[in-house]
Protein backbone atom coordinates (compact mmCIF):
# COMPACT_ATOMS: atom_id res chain seq x y z
CA UNK A 1 0.00 0.00 0.00
CA UNK A 2 1.73 3.46 -1.04
CA UNK A 3 1.12 5.62 1.75
CA UNK A 4 2.99 9.26 2.34
CA UNK A 5 2.87 10.63 5.84
CA UNK A 6 3.40 14.12 6.63
CA UNK A 7 5.31 15.70 9.43
CA UNK A 8 6.26 18.90 11.09
CA UNK A 9 3.53 21.39 10.69
CA UNK A 10 2.54 23.19 13.87
CA UNK A 11 1.32 26.52 15.29
CA UNK A 12 4.00 29.51 14.64
CA UNK A 13 4.05 33.36 14.70
CA UNK A 14 4.28 35.74 11.67
CA UNK A 15 8.13 36.15 10.22
CA UNK A 16 8.85 32.30 11.64
CA UNK A 17 9.77 29.36 10.05
CA UNK A 18 8.87 25.92 9.88
CA UNK A 19 10.24 22.56 8.12
CA UNK A 20 7.60 20.16 6.59
CA UNK A 21 8.67 16.17 5.89
CA UNK A 22 7.20 13.98 3.86
CA UNK A 23 8.14 10.12 3.76
CA UNK A 24 7.27 7.92 0.85
CA UNK A 25 6.52 4.17 1.51
CA UNK A 26 5.12 1.12 -0.54
CA UNK A 27 6.77 1.78 -3.76
CA UNK A 28 9.82 3.49 -4.93
CA UNK A 29 9.18 7.69 -5.65
CA UNK A 30 12.60 8.35 -7.36
CA UNK A 31 11.35 8.38 -10.63
CA UNK A 32 8.56 10.83 -9.73
CA UNK A 33 7.69 13.99 -8.55
CA UNK A 34 6.96 14.40 -5.17
CA UNK A 35 5.41 17.90 -3.74
CA UNK A 36 2.99 19.84 -1.95
CA UNK A 37 -0.26 21.50 -1.90
CA UNK A 38 -2.07 23.35 0.83
CA UNK A 39 -5.85 24.25 1.54
CA UNK A 40 -6.95 27.08 3.47
CA UNK A 41 -10.55 27.15 5.42
CA UNK A 42 -12.99 27.68 2.61
CA UNK A 43 -10.37 27.70 -0.30
CA UNK A 44 -9.30 25.67 -3.05
CA UNK A 45 -7.00 23.22 -2.53
CA UNK A 46 -3.40 25.33 -4.32
CA UNK A 47 0.03 24.07 -5.69
CA UNK A 48 2.66 24.94 -3.39
CA UNK A 49 6.06 23.25 -5.26
CA UNK A 50 7.20 20.10 -6.80
CA UNK A 51 10.35 18.69 -8.06
CA UNK A 52 12.01 15.72 -9.31
CA UNK A 53 14.88 13.81 -6.80
CA UNK A 54 17.71 15.01 -8.93
CA UNK A 55 16.45 18.87 -8.02
CA UNK A 56 16.66 19.80 -11.68
CA UNK A 57 13.35 21.08 -12.43
CA UNK A 58 11.75 22.58 -9.50
CA UNK A 59 8.51 24.40 -9.75
CA UNK A 60 6.63 26.53 -7.16
CA UNK A 61 3.37 28.89 -6.72
CA UNK A 62 3.32 32.11 -7.10
CA UNK A 63 2.66 32.72 -3.56
CA UNK A 64 5.35 31.13 -2.23
CA UNK A 65 8.34 31.68 -4.53
CA UNK A 66 11.41 33.07 -2.67
CA UNK A 67 9.80 32.14 0.82
CA UNK A 68 9.51 28.24 0.37
CA UNK A 69 12.13 26.47 -0.93
CA UNK A 70 11.49 22.32 -1.39
CA UNK A 71 14.05 19.48 -1.58
CA UNK A 72 14.30 15.53 -2.32
CA UNK A 73 18.32 15.24 -1.26
CA UNK A 74 17.95 13.12 1.44
CA UNK A 75 16.58 10.26 -0.59
CA UNK A 76 14.06 9.18 -3.21
CA UNK A 77 11.06 8.44 -0.82
CA UNK A 78 11.68 11.93 0.48
CA UNK A 79 10.61 15.60 0.69
CA UNK A 80 10.84 18.48 2.80
CA UNK A 81 9.49 22.01 2.44
CA UNK A 82 11.22 24.88 4.25
CA UNK A 83 8.92 27.59 4.76
CA UNK A 84 10.17 31.18 5.78
CA UNK A 85 9.08 34.06 6.41
CA UNK A 86 5.63 32.78 7.13
CA UNK A 87 2.34 35.20 6.65
CA UNK A 88 -1.15 34.63 8.23
CA UNK A 89 -2.14 33.92 4.21
CA UNK A 90 0.28 30.70 4.89
CA UNK A 91 -2.41 29.02 7.17
CA UNK A 92 -3.46 25.96 5.57
CA UNK A 93 -4.09 22.21 5.85
CA UNK A 94 -0.22 21.25 4.05
CA UNK A 95 -0.78 17.97 1.62
CA UNK A 96 2.13 15.74 0.36
CA UNK A 97 1.80 14.44 -2.71
CA UNK A 98 3.01 12.84 -5.52
CA UNK A 99 2.64 12.03 -9.44
CA UNK A 100 4.36 9.10 -11.89
CA UNK A 101 4.36 11.85 -14.91
CA UNK A 102 6.74 14.33 -12.55
CA UNK A 103 6.88 17.98 -11.16
CA UNK A 104 5.39 19.35 -13.92
CA UNK A 105 2.26 17.10 -14.03
CA UNK A 106 1.43 17.97 -9.84
CA UNK A 107 1.92 21.38 -10.76
CA UNK A 108 -1.31 20.84 -13.51
CA UNK A 109 -2.98 19.54 -10.75
CA UNK A 110 -3.17 15.67 -11.44
CA UNK A 111 -1.70 14.13 -8.66
CA UNK A 112 -1.57 10.32 -7.96
CA UNK A 113 -1.35 10.08 -4.17
CA UNK A 114 -1.97 12.15 -1.12
CA UNK A 115 -0.79 12.36 2.16
CA UNK A 116 -3.11 12.96 5.17
CA UNK A 117 -2.49 16.53 5.75
CA UNK A 118 -0.76 18.52 8.22
CA UNK A 119 -1.69 21.81 9.72
CA UNK A 120 0.12 25.03 9.70
CA UNK A 121 -1.45 27.82 11.39
CA UNK A 122 0.44 31.57 11.36
CA UNK A 123 -0.71 33.64 13.92
CA UNK A 124 -0.53 37.67 13.63
Known amino acids: QVQLDESGGGLVQVGSSLTLSCQGSGRAFGSAGMGWFRQAPGKEREFVAS????????YYGDSVKGRFTISRETDENTVTLQMNNLEPEDTAVYYCAAAAGGPRTLRAGVVDWWGQGTQVTVSP
Open 51 to 58: STWSGDRV
